[in-house]
């Protein structure tokens, strides 16, 4: 099993930047695809990015797109989002997922769910 823990939540004005980190257990997380999803009050929780099990394969959706950066560090257990130009809109609750190998853009096809970071942007 894998289990995640998320930090690096926080308030942030509008055009600022964050960098949330998703820390995982155990020695397999190099077999496991990551995703990143947020959640708003009175939203579906919405797919954010994702990355391959080697980090070779990125993937964001559009309202992201030229912002927000996925990535891994398999050495060190970890995978951030570099969020940067960040709107208010981007005000949710961050969660980190995983799945095996395969990354994917559909939350229930993920296993493992870390408890979320909250991030608030203000006008």
């Known amino acids: 099993q894998v289990q995640l823990v998320e930090s690096g939540g926080g308030l942030v004005q509008a055009g600022g930047s964050l960098r949330l980190s998703c820390a995982a257990s155990?020695?397999?997380?190099?077999?496991?695809?990551m995703g990143w999803f947020r959640q708003a009050p009175g939203k579906e929780r919405e797919f954010v990015a994702a990355?391959?099990?080697?980090?070779?394969?990125?993937y964001s959706t559009d309202s992201v797109k030229g912002r927000f950066t996925i990535s891994r560090d398999n050495a060190k257990n970890l995978v951030y989002l570099e969020m940067s130009s960040l709107k208010p809109e981007d005000t949710a609750t961050y969660y980190c997922?995983?799945?095996?190998?395969?990354?994917?853009?559909?939350?229930?096809?993920?296993?493992?769910w870390g408890l979320g970071t909250q991030v608030t942007v203000s006008s």
């Open positions: 990355i391959s099990a080697r980090g070779d394969s990125t």
């Open positions: 997922a995983s799945r095996p190998i395969v990354s994917s853009s559909i939350p229930r096809e993920y296993n493992y």
């Open positions: 155990g020695r397999t997380f190099s077999s496991y695809a």
